[in-house]
């Protein structure tokens, strides 16, 4: 029962990946459909990112209030919703609308799972779990460019969102295999509240942290394809489309790797090689000229080396800061998170649109900087507290 259990939870961070990584892959060929300007690309994820803000700091109540199984049922449920409005949207304003749902649905899901795994299972299985993430993101991206090569982006969005229906199908059929959760209630009702956890030591340089690496992370969500339909020639729609999920590929590998060696290594320095593999991603990208070669390997370098940073950083709050606050911490981590993914794409889509694509990697090695900083600050906090 309890691989069984497991087995659906995996399944359920295919589904939050699924989403994701689609406005990205297909902004360049909706950007010309709905005669927008490029930088409207991160109004869209704006409020994608809101809407999931407002979910994750309202996940330690939900936690409270309802079982973990139901909060993945019914967010599973908004995001379809959303990718099907998405898959209508014939003008810009219908994607800002249907956006709600599509944000809504992620922040409290991803909270609760991840409060559940570091509270039950190990560094390993975080990772892993998070590998699966890695999987739903990087599937859409060729699910879009099959849609731009056989069809419309449209239905790149609709064929999204049967998959994820066949997964809300299987989370539904699994409900009773949730025989943890009166454990995993009783954490959440002991659990302290979001005021008491921000006067925890450690826990706002970790929240700060957290916002850099989502911004660098969202950054490359968004406008990988944009960096290489702008930086590159010769490209076809679909290629650009499918360079999409680089980033998606290496998050994947780098949580592949580090869920076979967490556990020996432990999460600080996962977070520690981690940074420096991303570090010289960003250096590839930042080699000049109009091949793509380069730049291909950078940003699944780059992806590889942030693929261990969120869930090592997720995984820590129970050790860090105590069962007591965990739920708090990580649920404040994932507002953090997508502050981070929120408003840092927009403001980069302002940047390119008045400097150039090009900028992008140093934009990247700004936040992987700031990561690096404030996460070694909260280390040294907490070990003050110690």
Known sequence: MGSLLLA????????????????????????????????????????IAFMTIISSLMSPRLMQKFATKWIVVVSISLTVMGLIGFSCSSQYWMLILFALPYGLGAGSVDAALNHYVANHYSSRVMNFLHCFYGLGAVISPNIMALALRYAHWNEGYRWTAYVQIGILAVCILSLPLWTKESQSEEDAGKSAGIMDALRVPGVVLTLIAFFAYCAGEAT?????????????????QEMIASFGSLIFG?????????????????DRKLIRVGLIVETFGILLVLVPGSQY?????????????????????QHMAPAN????????????????????????PT??????????????????????ALNFVFLELAYRAITLLD
């Open 8 to 47: 659906v939870i995996y399944l359920a961070f295919v589904s939050l990946g699924l989403p994701d990584s689609l406005l990205g892959s297909a902004w360049p060929v909706m950007q010309t459909a709905m005669e927008v300007p490029s930088s409207y690309a991160g109004y869209v994820s704006m409020t």
């Open 220 to 236: 490359c969500f968004l406008w990988t394809s944009s960096y290489f339909a702008g930086t590159k020639e010769g490209l076809s």
């Open 250 to 266: 290496g998050l994947m590998l780098g949580r592949l790797i580090a869920g076979f060696i967490s556990n020996r290594v432990g």
């Open 293 to 313: 070669y380069t730049a291909v390997i950078g940003f699944l370098m780059i992806g590889t080396g942030m693929g261990p940073i969120y869930p090592s950083i």
């Open 321 to 344: 800061f105590g069962k007591k606050y965990s739920a708090p911490v990580i649920g404040l981590q994932m507002a953090s998170a997508y502050i981070g993914s929120t408003f840092m």
């Open 347 to 368: 403001v980069f889509g302002f940047i390119q649109q008045n400097v150039g694509i090009g900028i992008m990697p140093i934009y990247l090695l700004l936040f992987a």
